[in-house]
């Protein structure tokens, strides 16, 4: 009699071993410097049964942010609107400012911008990404403090997308007070709805 | 008796050669198929005047984004705020969905996730165009519509910046709906200065 295994579990561990190879290798290389090479004999497998599951540099980057869209991260929940966006855009800040998870961070964008797999994963981690924080906004919907109809993953999308733009297109640092200023604003527009 | 030249003449004449070739090549294969070779046939010079001057890719796109950014862009003008940053958002959003154009800006862009120099060339171009552009508000200010306070390029800065956070983090679409939105909550915002 076979002894009774787990449905999945040996792969479930490699893939476990190779995204954690995956995220090392990107903090230490970035995108540019990924190799399946490199994650394999990180991980401990043989580099055949990365490119037979994986492909390549892309599909590991895309695989490596599926599950990172899956792990919780820390929605900030202050008591007011503007505190719980300031703390977000500083949470945002301070992850790209990270050695370690700023530079795993920028090669998943870095890689969005070259490999449309990887685009696709950025597309569905984002989206979750703020989902997640849009509860930000509906909490301030219940305390009376915004109007229901404000669409909160705009206002979401408003308090970070100057820290991008500044990151990422003009090449601007982003100061505690800059990532302020952003929630600041979208807290504003969220108590002010436009009419469209 | 040598002819009478005008100083730098000839070398103008290859840069101007060079960096039309490297727009060309960057429209047909993007930052990450970009090579001095490619770029010196198309502009009819040796490669080895190219790796003099400009030693590769990311200092051809340096060279032609400082280019780029002298060359006068049309900042709207309609006579109100809204108009003049809807004109301007819909120019960025229709800019990048132009194949051509579209795909040089985009290259610029991915050639700065990539390269240092390409990044300074980024930073030093978009400040050039936030400076254009931030003439929208200042007429504004002028017609009594918002106040003289108001920081001319944040308000420009933040109607551009959800469409490349769009474009270039999320991978999400820009519809022209977008696009005018955009403009519309940061011309609110520019009617409503934020206390800091």
């Known amino acids: 009699m076979e002894p009774q295994r787990r449905p999945g579990g040996r792969s479930a561990r490699v893939r476990e071993a190779v995204l954690d190879a995956t995220t090392a290798e990107l903090a230490t290389h970035g995108y540019q410097g990924l190799t399946v090479d490199a994650v394999a004999q990180r991980a401990g497998v043989h580099k055949t049964t990365v490119y037979r599951r994986w492909r390549g540099p892309e599909g590991l980057v895309a695989d490596a942010l599926e599950r990172a869209a899956q792990q919780p991260w820390p929605i900030p929940d202050t008591g007011t609107l503007t505190g719980d966006l300031r703390a977000l855009t500083e949470l945002v800040r301070a992850g790209f400012a990270d050695p370690e998870s700023g530079t795993v961070a920028t090669a998943f964008i870095a890689a969005g911008m070259q490999h449309p797999d990887a685009a696709a994963a950025l597309r569905t981690f984002y989206a979750a990404r703020h989902r997640d924080a849009a509860a930000i906004v509906e909490r301030a919907v219940v305390r009376g403090e915004v109007e229901p109809e404000v669409d909160a993953v705009e ?35 969220a108590r002010m709805p436009i009419a469209t």
């Open 155 to 189: 206002i979401v999308q408003l308090a970070v997308a100057p820290l991008f733009h500044r990151l990422f297109i003009t090449h601007e640092p982003v100061t505690t007070d800059q990532a302020r200023r952003a929630a600041d604003v979208a807290a504003a527009l």
